[in-house]
């Protein structure tokens, strides 16, 4: 029988996640007085990818990027059944 010699385990520390644009949301909600870091994000994103963003509520994410001096590409969509008011 062959002797199976094992290689001794290297640990790495895992890989931490981009926290960039969680702190830049925070603080784009922050200057703009709303709650809402999920639009954040998604107004963050949005212009670092010069990307057009399809939503259901143009009014609150064009806010928050005229918070930047920024406009984003919107397209408007209607929210549907279930969309709240």
Do not use: F
């Not at 922050?30 to 939503?55: F, P």
């Amino acid at each position: 029988m062959d002797a199976v010699r094992a290689e001794p385990r290297r640990w790495r520390t895992p890989n931490r996640p981009d926290r960039g644009p969680g702190k830049a949301a925070g603080a784009i909600c922050g200057r703009a007085g709303t709650s809402d870091v999920v639009d954040g994000l998604v107004v963050i994103t949005a212009l670092r990818l010069r990307a057009l963003v399809v939503t259901s509520d143009p009014d609150d994410l064009q806010h928050l990027a005229s918070n930047l001096h920024s406009k984003l590409a919107l397209y408007a969509v209607d929210g549907g059944a279930g969309h709240r008011p």
